[in-house]
């Protein structure tokens, strides 16, 4: 499975930014997938998760509100909505892929078994 992830840039304080991972190689609509993000020197983290036919989905508590994860199993594609972003959103954000992720380890990295390269999204006046 094969995942490329698009839509990071350089956005204001307050704006919005919508990141894309399309899929490829694999039956996407069997995956739970998940967005992590990294700052620079600090450990890859949880962001959101959406279950593989849409009716769950799970927020980091620093975004809860402002980001929305959503899917397109027609489109084997992944979305991730950004607002009100902060210079604290600023990372690479990369997304994940797990055939058995389960409730209570969806927030662990190590949960997915398929990653994309990650993109960059920078948040700065």
């Known amino acids: 499975v094969q995942l490329q992830a698009s839509g990071g840039g350089l956005v204001q304080p307050g704006g919005s930014l919508r990141l894309s991972c399309a899929t490829s190689?694999?039956?996407?609509?069997?995956?739970?997938m998940a967005w992590f993000r990294q700052a620079p020197g600090k450990e890859r983290d949880f962001v959101a998760a959406?279950?593989?036919?849409?009716?769950?989905?799970y927020y980091a508590e620093s975004v809860k509100g402002r980001f929305t994860i959503s899917r397109d199993n027609a489109k084997n594609t992944v979305y991730l909505q950004m607002n009100s972003l902060n210079p604290e959103d600023t990372a690479v954000y990369y997304c994940?892929?797990?055939?058995?992720?389960?409730?209570?380890?969806?927030?662990?990295?190590?949960?997915?078994?398929?990653w994309g390269l990650g993109t960059l999204v920078t948040v700065s006046s």
């Open positions: 994940a892929a797990g055939s058995s992720v389960i409730v209570s380890t969806l927030r662990l990295a190590e949960s997915y078994d398929y």
């Open positions: 190689g694999g039956t996407f609509n069997m995956y739970n």
């Open positions: 959406i279950s593989w036919g849409a009716t769950s989905t």
